[in-house]
């Protein structure tokens, strides 16, 4: 299954970023293939004025629709997600997101920022349309440490959490490949029943 790793920071290096990249390393381990858009290496102008016209803009529009899964990362500034992620999320359709399963992950300075996540993304995200949306991720800087030779090091709490998501997004990508094999199967069975007529 095809999942978008749909970055939102305005920073690089991004605490935020390597959050996400652990996570589709995680899911690329168990078979999953992985994409990945920054929203901030969007052109600006195109980006702020909504030009789904500008071949950049369209592309990461159709990434968005071609993924069965999409793990949406941001930062939380002032009790809400970042205004990139925020414009990037209205070039969307209205079921943009139509079909799809979202992992929702934040970064912030301190743990009072985590009921962002809850309160100012996931009801953006549901108008969205999603099938379903997980349980959000949030750690703070200092629960991601990094090192230059290993990456990022989740202390044990974040690690069960991002263990604990990786594992039902892959439950619930499996169960969306069963149901679709079983649609191609079923479609296929008049058409069999009738050459054995």
Not at 29 to 34: D, E, F, K, M, S
Not at 86 to 108: C, E, N, R, S, W
């Amino acid at each position: 299954m095809n999942v978008l790793l749909l970055g939102g920071s305005p920073s690089a290096p991004s605490t935020t970023w390597r959050l996400q990249q652990l996570v589709g390393a995680r899911l690329a381990a168990l078979g999953h293939r992985t994409n990945a858009l920054q929203v901030r290496d969007l052109p600006a102008q195109a980006l702020l004025r909504a030009d789904t016209s500008d071949p950049a803009i369209a592309e990461a529009v159709a990434l968005v629709h071609e993924a069965d899964a999409i793990v949406v990362g941001t930062p939380v500034y002032k009790a809400s997600f970042s205004g990139v992620l925020k414009v990037f999320l209205d070039l969307l359709p209205q079921d943009g997101l139509a079909g799809k399963l979202v992992l929702p992950l934040a970064t912030g300075g301190s743990q009072s920022h985590m009921l962002a996540l809850d309160y100012a993304l996931r009801p953006v995200l549901a108008s969205l349309a999603p099938r379903h949306i997980l349980p959000s991720i949030y750690a703070t800087a200092a629960q991601l440490p990094w090192d230059p030779d290993k990456g990022v090091l989740p202390v044990s709490v974040i690690g069960a959490r991002i263990d604990a998501g990786v594992e039902q997004l892959a439950h619930e990508l499996e169960g969306a490949l069963l149901r679709k094999a079983a649609g191609s199967l079923s479609a296929l069975a008049p058409a069999s029943a009738t050459l054995h007529a």
